[in-house]
């Protein structure tokens, strides 16, 4: 039975659940060839650099497949004591067959990286990646290596393994698996897509990260030399709509070529904790963002004004003609993004014939509000979902029908309507920040995928 896609949905998930990582001083390592895919949506979740670790199992010259060793980059070796005490190889023995898999390993080094150094381990978290376990053994040499090169922290990462398996792990510090069938067969048979994966795509991809990184400012935390972030504006504004004036707060990168405008639902405020933390995901992705409330203190005691779904609509249009308003936002790029009735409120105004947005974001939202408008929506809209919040779900597929703009449908597997489950607001927004960089003016954010 089948749990990802490919390789790279495997790695988006895996990405999600190793969320609290980010910003911390981490390496992501991929296991060539398979592991490398996985390890490359990881790292780019995580905003951090890519490496490969690659080992070679030192078999005894009598029996290759039983490993006596293991050795990596370095001169990294790590031995198998109680096989080489019961084997009796001896010196010469051990020498020859590491000299022969040495040539190998440089070789596929060479090839690998190119030129390129591998990343310095010291003191820093190194996390592990591969598409699977079923052994387990090049696994553990792996974390061995890892430790060896100067790793304080070792974390494995798999998308699948079998549970007998992992309990028998202890040389990483902690092991993150995301699914641990009953009936494990063979890795690949947990993927719709297991095909091979060729050097060149290892190569690809790791030219991929490194310019990701290059292209982008790094952040503190990321890397003990990390460039200071460029400068920001942070604003308290009062933005004028048709006879009121609305708070907001305001962030900006320097130079700001897009901007995210922040419709929030059901009565909640700019200072919903949950809106901000996605705008922190933005904000750090290089996009601008304006959290503002759509009614005054007054219209939210109100209870109708929370569904008068034009109104907030009329509202995140005069917002937006704001920006277009101020010198340092006029030319950005405008994104919506909107949870619950705020949704439809983007939608609705996301579909006026003048509309300057360039994408939509809806997070657990009633797209359904906006009725007929749906239809008319022309910039590309991501619907995301909770997977346990079954009657929105049905009313967003319904929804996604009515939509004539490029439009996709996110469904986060274990989140109830407001995300509060471990890890799905992350999920969901990283889902958010990836499509706003996609569709959006080029940012960081478009760097995120290469």
């Known amino acids: 039975m089948s749990i990802f896609e490919d390789r790279v949905d495997a790695g988006r998930q895996l990405g999600r659940r190793l969320w609290d990582l980010r910003g911390k001083d981490i390496v992501v390592l991929g296991l060539p060839r398979g592991g490398v895919p996985v390890a490359a949506e990881v790292a780019a979740a995580l905003d951090a650099p890519l490496d490969v670790i690659v080992v070679r199992k030192l078999g005894l010259p009598y029996q290759p497949e039983l490993a006596m060793g293991a050795i990596g980059e370095g001169g990294a070796r790590v031995l198998e004591d109680h096989v080489l005490a019961q084997s009796r190889v001896d010196e010469d023995e051990l020498r020859a067959v590491e000299d022969r898999e040495r040539a190998v390993l440089e070789s596929r080094v060479a090839r690998f990286r190119k030129g390129r150094h591998r990343q310095d381990l010291t003191g820093r978290i190194a996390v592990i990646v591969d598409d699977g376990i079923a052994t387990g053994s090049t696994a553990r040499v792996a974390c061995k290596i890892a430790r060896q090169l100067g790793a304080a922290r070792v974390?494995?990462?798999?998308?699948?393994?079998?549970?007998?398996?992992?309990?028998?792990?202890?040389?990483?510090?902690?092991?993150?698996?995301?699914?641990?069938?009953?009936?494990?067969?063979?890795?690949?048979?947990?993927?719709?897509?297991?095909?091979?994966?060729?050097?060149?795509?290892?190569?690809?991809?790791?030219?991929?990260?490194?310019?990701?990184?290059?292209?982008?400012?790094?952040?503190p935390g990321t890397n003990p030399a990390a460039a200071p972030e460029p400068a920001e504006v942070e604003e308290e504004v009062e933005i004028p709509a048709h006879g009121v004036r609305l708070a907001g707060q305001l962030h900006l990168p320097v130079p700001a070529r897009a901007v995210v405008v922040f419709a929030h639902g059901s009565g909640s405020s700019r200072h919903s904790p949950r809106n901000r933390f996605v705008a922190g995901v933005l904000q750090h992705a290089g996009l601008g963002t304006l959290l503002l409330d759509l009614l005054t203190p007054a219209e939210e005691r109100d209870r109708a004004n929370v569904f008068d779904i034009r109104l907030l609509a009329r509202r995140l249009t005069a917002a937006t003609e704001w920006l277009g308003t101020r010198e340092d936002t006029a030319a950005c790029d405008v994104g919506y993004f909107g949870a619950s009735t705020g949704a439809a409120a983007a939608l609705w105004s996301a579909s006026e014939p003048f509309a300057r947005v360039t994408a939509v974001v809806s997070r657990g939202g009633r797209p359904d509000l906006a009725g007929p408008r749906l239809a008319a929506v022309r910039a590309p809209t991501l619907l995301i979902v909770g997977g346990l919040d079954t009657e929105v779900l049905e009313l967003n597929r319904q929804a996604k029908a009515q939509l004539r703009c490029p439009n996709q449908l996110a469904v986060v597997q274990g989140a109830t309507h407001l995300f509060?489950?471990?890890?799905?607001?992350?999920?969901?927004?990283?889902?958010?920040?990836?499509?706003?960089?996609?569709?959006?003016?080029?940012?960081?954010a478009a760097t995120v995928k290469e």
């Not at 992992?166 to 719709?192: K, S």
């Not at 190569?203 to 490194?210: E, G, P, S, T, Y």
């Not at 471990?422 to 003016?441: M, V």
């Open 155 to 219: 974390v494995l990462a798999v998308p699948v393994a079998p549970a007998d398996t992992l309990a028998r792990l202890v040389e990483p510090d902690e092991v993150v698996c995301l699914a641990t069938p009953h009936q494990f067969t063979a890795v690949g048979y947990h993927y719709r897509d297991f095909s091979p994966t060729e050097d060149d795509e290892v190569v690809q991809l790791l030219d991929a990260a490194a310019r990701r990184l290059h292209d982008a400012p790094a952040y």
């Open 420 to 444: 509060e489950e471990p890890g799905t607001l992350a999920a969901a927004a990283i889902l958010a920040r990836d499509w706003f960089g996609k569709h959006l003016a080029p940012a960081r």
